[in-house]
């Protein structure tokens, strides 16, 4: 039987450690404010929102909500993250993808100071990461990285298999198992033979967005598989990119959906906000 790898509880960690740093920087002077930016009022949105929001109420850290309407322009949306990035009180600033059509996305990631990009979105964080320099990495796959550390799983040397290749997810996630050693193979839709690629992963990350689409065929025995993937069914209950019931008895270690990567996200998001204090 696999174990099952409790995102929940090294979140959890996480987040208690992070509360004790935060102190500890208060105690020297040091402060920090998440700015948390939302256009229009889509549910999935609010919910993410709240749940950062409350994230740092609980490690101690100041934030502030922008909730612009949906009608808001781009420019508005601009203007206003212009005066965040001069607002010496504001050390982080996050827009709560995705932004209505008329916003050009990427516009915006760009206009956030990297100094303040604390989804790690900005192409100089990304820059940064791929040749190793000091910045903000992408919230998801650092979370992963954060997974596999806690649970004494080794990277240097590993055959790892990404399946996605998303600037959020996929290719960040690819790099940051380069940068811990591992021999990292990057899967997309035009891949031939996916399940043989798959089955030489001793690590294997699953970001394609479809659910359920990966099953025991895809495994090797004793893998260990990370389903980035979060999908609600029609029943309401949530799911992942991997068939957990198939994979679960071929694998050594799996995260669950929910409570694998999920709560990892906004731990993560909590590390970079407080490694900007
Ligand atoms: P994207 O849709 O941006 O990327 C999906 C990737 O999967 C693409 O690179 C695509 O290839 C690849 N892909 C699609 N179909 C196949 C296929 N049949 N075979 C091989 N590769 C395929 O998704 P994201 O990276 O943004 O997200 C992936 C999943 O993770 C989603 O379910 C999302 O909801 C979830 N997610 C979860 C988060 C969390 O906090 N837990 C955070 C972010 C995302 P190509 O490039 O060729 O199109």
Redesign the pocket.
């Given at each position: 039987m696999a174990r099952i790898i409790d995102g929940k509880a090294i979140s959890q960690k996480i987040k208690d450690e992070l509360k004790e740093e935060v102190a500890r920087k208060k105690s020297e002077g040091k402060n920090a404010c998440l700015a948390v930016i939302q256009v229009g009022n889509d549910p999935a949105s609010t919910v993410y929102v709240g749940n950062k929001k409350k994230a740092c109420a609980y490690i101690g850290i100041d934030s502030k909500s922008y909730e612009l309407p949906e009608e808001t322009t781009q420019d508005e949306l601009l203007n206003l993250i212009d005066k965040l990035n001069d607002d010496p009180k504001i050390t982080g600033i996050l827009v709560q993808l995705p932004v209505p059509e008329h916003i050009d996305e990427d516009t915006i990631i760009r206009r956030i100071s990297p100094l303040k990009d604390v989804d790690g979105f900005h192409p100089m964080s990304v820059g940064a990461l791929c040749i190793g320099e000091k910045g903000f990495v992408s919230c998801?796959p650092a979370g992963i990285i954060k997974l596999l550390k806690y649970s004494d799983i080794d990277i240097e040397g590993k055959e790892c298999v990404v399946?996605?290749?998303?600037n959020?997810?996929?290719k960040p996630m690819s790099l940051l198992l380069l940068r811990e050693n591992g021999t990292v193979t990057i899967?997309?839709?035009?891949?031939r033979n996916?399940k043989d690629v798959c089955k030489r992963a001793d690590i294997l990350v699953v970001?394609?967005?479809?659910p359920g689409?990966i099953n025991d065929e895809y495994i090797k025995e004793g893998a260990v598989v990370i389903d980035?993937?979060?999908?609600r069914k029609a029943d309401g209950k949530l799911c992942g990119?991997v068939d957990f019931e198939s994979v679960e008895p071929k694998c050594s270690a799996i995260t669950p959906v929910p409570g694998g990567?999920?709560p990892m996200?906004i731990a993560m998001l909590m590390y970079n906000v407080v490694s900007a204090m």
């Open positions: 998801t399946i996605g290749r998303s959020i997810v996929g899967c997309h839709s035009r891949t996916l970001a394609i967005g479809k689409m980035v993937g979060i999908h990119d990567v999920g996200t």
